[in-house]
């Protein structure tokens, strides 16, 4: 997954079912079988799911096959673990709960800008 170009592509994934607060923890340096935690934040479980549906499809595209996943059916923490990278989508509640930046605070970290969106298609307002 260090392959930038990929990585990319997966946040666009992300963005595109509107997960936001996106940041990517460097576990390179710590006893782990992962590269990388990617860390996401939704608004609700149907969304949840919908990210982690896509990623799932982006990542099968980009040669990655999924090798385990976590908490689908409840929605509000859904791990994806394609081996090489783990994906973490949450509810914005149980995120700062768990509060995995911090747990992990030592790991070099990317946070990557939400898209400029507007809530009112008409009129571009928020």
Partial sequence: ??????????????HARHGFMVRALDMTEFPLTVDLF???SSDN????????????ETARDL???LH?????????WILLDFVDFVVHVFLVEKREYY??????????????EDPEESDDPFTGKR
């Fill in 38 to 40: 990617l860390i996401v």
């Fill in 99 to 112: 509060n995995l930046e911090m747990l992990w605070s030592d790991a070099p970290s990317r946070r990557f």
């Fill in 63 to 65: 040669g990655w096959r």
């Fill in 45 to 56: 479980r149907i969304q949840s799911r919908a990210i982690a549906d896509h990623v799932e």
């Fill in 68 to 76: 385990h996943s976590e908490g689908y059916e409840e929605g509000s």
């Fill in 1 to 14: 997954m260090a392959e930038d170009e990929n990585l990319l592509k997966i946040v666009q994934a992300i």
